[in-house]
T-cell receptor, first 112, second 117 residues
Framework: GPKVLQIPSHQIIDMGQMVTLNCDPVSNHLYFYWYKQILGQQMEFLVNFYNGKVMEKSKLFKDQFSVERPDGSYFTLKIQPTALEDSAVYFC??????????FGPGTRLTVL | GDSVTQTEGPVTVSESESLIINCTYSATSIAYPNLFWYVRYPGEGLQLLLKVITAGQKGSSRGFEATYNKETTSFHLQKASVQESDSAVYYCALGDGATGGNNKLTFGQGTVLSVIP
């Protein structure tokens, strides 16, 4: 079936640095999402994105977070600066218009 | 707020036995809830197992089935006879049908299922 890819699979970074998580969505999909899962907790919605704009964001989507998809390439989540509480697995998803979101395998972010 | 609660894992079942993983939801801000079961097999990404967007309907896939019960706000996952290959983590999720494609999902905590041969 359709695949969503995420790069890198694991990122270790010092607190205060900037990090960019990359997502390669399914090619004809129009909606893009990021979810966050802290170890031992539920996966939680961060943001969704359509037509170059953020449609909705949760309270977890802090001011230090930003998303973009320049020129139809990777859909990225940037955190600047990072904090210890940003350590989690971040999942990207994409969908067309049929409610089904396709998920990537996740990027494990460790902030030291 | 909206929430999903599912069977606390891990769940261990012998092959060919029946399985039920409970899921209940609370959709306080959603007029038209859509319900989903996702599964993550070892080493793989999350994938959709089944979905139901209309209350009272049943979804089925790979021998699994779940009925969207609006009265009991439940969406339990069942299988009559599990196989070792069903060992995975199962997630119940709630979406907002009124928002069309930008359907943010609220997930349960996941249930780890181990099937013993």
């Amino acid at each position: 079936g359709p695949k969503v890819l995420q790069i890198p699979s694991h990122q270790i970074i010092d607190m205060g640095q900037m990090v960019t998580l990359n997502c390669d969505p399914v090619s004809n999909h129009l909606y893009f999402y990021w979810y966050k899962q802290i170890l031992g907790q539920q996966m939680e919605f961060l943001v969704n994105f359509y037509n170059g704009k953020v449609m909705e964001k949760s309270k977890l989507f802090k001011d230090q977070f930003s998303v973009e998809r320049p020129d139809g390439s990777y859909f990225t989540l940037k955190i600047q600066p990072t904090a210890l509480e940003d350590s989690a697995v971040y999942f990207c998803a994409s969908s067309f218009l049929n409610y089904e979101q396709y998920f990537g395998p996740g990027t494990r972010l460790t902030v030291l | 707020g909206d929430s999903v609660t599912q069977t606390e894992g891990p769940v261990t079942v012998s092959e060919s036995e029946s399985l039920i993983i409970n899921c209940t939801y609370s959709a306080t801000s959603i007029a038209y809830p859509n319900l989903f079961w996702y599964v993550r097999y070892p080493g793989e990404g999350l994938q959709l197992l089944l979905k139901v967007i209309t209350a009272g309907q049943k979804g089925s896939s790979r021998g699994f089935e779940a009925t969207y019960n609006k009265e009991t706000t439940s969406f339990h996952l069942q299988k009559a006879s599990v196989q070792e290959s069903d060992s995975a983590v199962y997630y119940c999720a709630l979406g907002d049908g009124a928002t069309g494609g930008n359907n943010k999902l609220t997930f349960g905590q996941g249930t780890v299922l181990s099937v013993i041969p």
